[in-house]
């Protein structure tokens, strides 16, 4: 897969935005692989937010996301998306899409190591 995640941009706290991750590679189908959105800060470590199982059902956030941010896909569209709301300051950093290729429609990854396929990041900016 070759992915191209879109949708940040500039937000006052408590604002929202969507953020897109779409398969543009012929040939291979993003159903076919885990996905996750990872975030880094300048001068931090890469840090996991949420991660979405193949069939969509199974989904994982770390703490400081959850009731905020959902994380959903649409299989027929190539596309995973990450729902932000009640966005705040602390959430502001470029934010990355990655997939795995998985035999299980149910599983999740929460490790970026776990990823092979990423793509360029957004960034995500929220102002207080």
């Known amino acids: 897969v070759q992915l191209q995640a879109s949708g940040g941009g500039l937000v006052q706290a408590g604002g929202s935005l969507r953020l897109s991750c779409a398969n543009s590679e012929r040939g291979r189908t993003i159903g076919s692989y885990v996905v996750g959105w990872f975030r880094q800060v300048p001068g931090k470590e890469r840090e996991f937010v949420a991660t979405i199982s193949r069939n969509g059902i199974s989904t994982y956030y770390r703490d400081s996301v959850k009731g905020r941010f959902t994380i959903s896909r649409d299989n027929t569209k190539e596309t995973v998306y990450l729902q932000m709301d009640s966005l705040k300051p602390e959430d502001t950093a470029v934010y990355y899409c990655?997939?795995?290729?998985?035999?299980?429609?149910?599983?999740?990854?929460?490790?970026?190591?776990?990823?092979?396929?990423w793509g360029p990041g957004t960034q995500v900016t929220v102002s207080s």
């Open positions: 990655a997939a795995e290729r998985h035999s299980s429609s149910y599983s999740v990854k929460k490790s970026e190591l776990d990823y092979h396929y």
